[in-house]
Nanobody
């Protein structure tokens, strides 16, 4: 099983980036998938999560207060990916972004996630 986050880069404040989490060895549609971010010296922070496409309610997404209204999480089941569209980026969004998957419900706790991908760096600065 492998998850791989991609799409990071450097942008100016107010800019946009789209991150993608691709999976091999598992079907992401069967898992709740979360995005987390980390900066040196701080704990890994939950960003967003999307529920599995099975069960009820299906596909509901959740966001941290700091990203609500600016970030959008979505699935592409044909490509077996989960994407994070980030708009109106702020310098405080600068971090290494990770995707992770777990069977069952969304969780904000990194320790509860089962599978992790390597991070992708997002830098927001002028």
């Amino acid at each position: 099983v492998q998850l791989q986050a991609s799409g990071g880069g450097s942008v100016q404040p107010g800019g946009s980036l789209s991150l993608s989490c691709a999976a091999s060895g598992l079907t992401l549609a069967d898992f709740a998938v979360g995005w987390f971010r980390e900066v040196p010296g701080k704990e890994r922070e939950w960003v967003s999560c999307i529920r599995t496409t099975t069960g009820s309610p299906t596909g509901k997404s959740h966001y941290a207060d700091s990203t609500e209204g600016r970030f959008t999480i979505s699935r592409d089941n044909l490509k077996n990916t989960v994407n994070l569209k980030m708009n109106n980026l702020k310098p405080e969004d600068t971090a290494l972004y990770y995707c992770a998957a777990v069977r069952g419900l969304c969780t904000m706790r990194p320790g509860h996630m089962t599978y992790w991908g390597k991070g992708t760096q997002v830098t927001v600065s002028s």
